[in-house]
């Protein structure tokens, strides 16, 4: 199951709904729209809130609280993950349905975006009463989900045992069986070739495009990769052996930096199942410091609110992917612009994981399954496409790819809202 920094994570949901309803106005206001599209699409159109009983293994019954947030579901189905929590909050989820629309908007997916989560602590938690949970959490929201409603997938915490206990339950109550019900299953129970490493492949390929704008060789580039966990390490690796040197990498403990280029072979292998490497070696400096370390390509792949206008003015890479949630504030944004550096926002580099989420719904739908070949061939033709798409954009209107990435995000979206008559 993934897990996570509890201060990062505040801090990154905190920083993810004031972010994206400010750069969901400035879309709106760019492309043409009038205030009646932001007050649509600023929440969710349905929050469902629902208690589950579960009967623990010492015979009491503890009731849990749950979510299910629809941003909204003019273009489709709603799609996006259920996380188990214990400090999760309705907020959360909210916002993380409208970032889950714009990244099916990037990707030009036939569906808006979902989230929903369970208040509980997993760490705690018997399999028996995790199972138990991941089934009463389907049947108190199975009026509003469907494989033609709204889609979950795999979260924080969640992982495609959980998935194959809520499809199962679905399917029960359902009477038939309902593997498009949810997506991160595994390949026996319909899961799709190249989903687990989606997330991750989706970010490799936003930096093979980026770099080509960007007038960098990645053969022999310098790259430094804030976060060694199951996004961080995957990174370094592919760009390892695309020719690339990782100068620097971190974890939550401190970062290692040698301009000459680090061992990645020899601290992958030496890497915990937490991401942590650094407290193995002598001579680590602080996460802030290896962020303003010479290099070109700066991949933050660890928690949010890394780059702020303190640090902006002392970045030395010429292109930025931001392969975590909200590493960079949008003052930085605007300051690392200015100074010319490339930022590929994080909506963008983060599509793959959906992408392949839609992947396995459409396999599931015709029940004809394609070879990982085929997968990392359709899913590098949709996000070279919408980077591609949000590149031009960015660079004939004269904006940042923030702001163009959204404004592709929300664009057909909120014009099939307006071809349904809601504003
Ligand atoms: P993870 O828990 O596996 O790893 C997180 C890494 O970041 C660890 O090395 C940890 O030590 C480090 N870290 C945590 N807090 C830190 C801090 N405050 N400062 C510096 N380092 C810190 O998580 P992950 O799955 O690798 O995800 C990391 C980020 O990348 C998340 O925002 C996630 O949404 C995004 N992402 C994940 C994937 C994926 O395939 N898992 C793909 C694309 C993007």
């Not at 905190?14 to 729209?33: K, P, V, Y």
């Amino acid at each position: 199951m993934g897990k996570f920094d509890e201060a990062g994570k505040e801090k990154e949901t905190l920083n993810l709904l004031t972010s994206t309803q400010t750069i969901i106005h400035d879309a709106i206001i760019e492309l043409g729209f009038n205030q009646d599209m932001y007050h649509l699409l600023k929440e969710p159109l349905k929050t469902l809130q629902v208690r589950i009983p579960v009967r623990m293994d010492d015979g009491s019954t503890k009731i849990f609280t749950g979510y299910r947030a629809q941003h909204n579901d003019a273009l489709g189905p709603t799609m996006g993950g259920v996380r188990f929590h214990h400090q999760l909050k309705e907020d959360d989820i909210k916002a993380l349905s409208m970032w889950m629309s714009l990244k099916c908007g990037i990707a030009d997916l036939p569906f808006g975006g979902g989230k929903g989560g369970v208040i509980c602590n997993p760490r705690t938690m018997s399999f028996g009463e995790l199972e138990r949970l991941s089934r009463g959490y389907v049947r108190a929201i199975s009026q509003i989900v469907g494989p033609t409603k709204d889609i979950p997938a795999p979260d924080m915490y969640t992982n495609s045992q959980i998935m194959s206990w809520m499809m199962d339950e679905y399917s029960r109550l359902r009477q038939f069986d309902s593997p498009g019900f949810i997506t991160g299953k595994p390949l026996v129970l319909g899961g799709s070739e190249g989903r687990e490493k989606a997330g991750a492949k989706g970010v490799t390929i936003c930096i093979e495009e980026a770099v080509k704008r960007s007038g960098i060789r990645l053969k022999g580039a310098r790259v430094i990769v804030q976060g060694f966990g199951n996004a961080g390490s995957f990174i370094a690796k592919l760009m390892h052996e695309a020719g690339a040197y990782i100068v620097g990498i971190s974890d939550v403990y401190g970062a290692l930096y040698d301009p000459d280029g680090l061992n990645i072979e020899y601290l992958l292998s030496r890497r915990d199942s937490f991401g942590t490497v650094t407290t193995l070696f002598e001579g680590a400096i602080s996460n802030q410091e290896l962020l303003e370390q010479d290099c070109d390509i700066l991949v933050p792949a660890a928690t949010s609110n890394q780059i702020t206008v303190e640090n902006a003015g002392n970045i030395k890479a010429k292109l930025i992917v931001e392969a975590a949630n909200g590493p960079t504030s949008l003052e930085a944004t605007k300051v690392l612009t200015e100074r010319g550096v490339l930022i590929v926002p994080d909506v963008l580099a983060g599509a793959g994981g959906v992408t392949v989420s839609y992947f396995e719904w459409v396999q599931n739908k015709q029940g004809y399954y394609w070879s990982p070949e085929e997968i990392t061939e359709k899913l590098r033709n949709r996000i070279v496409k919408s980077f591609n798409e949000i590149y031009d954009l960015a660079q004939n209107r004269q904006i940042n790819m923030r702001l163009a990435a959204y404004i592709v995000g929300i664009r057909k979206m909120a014009e099939a809202s307006i071809y349904r008559g809601w504003i």
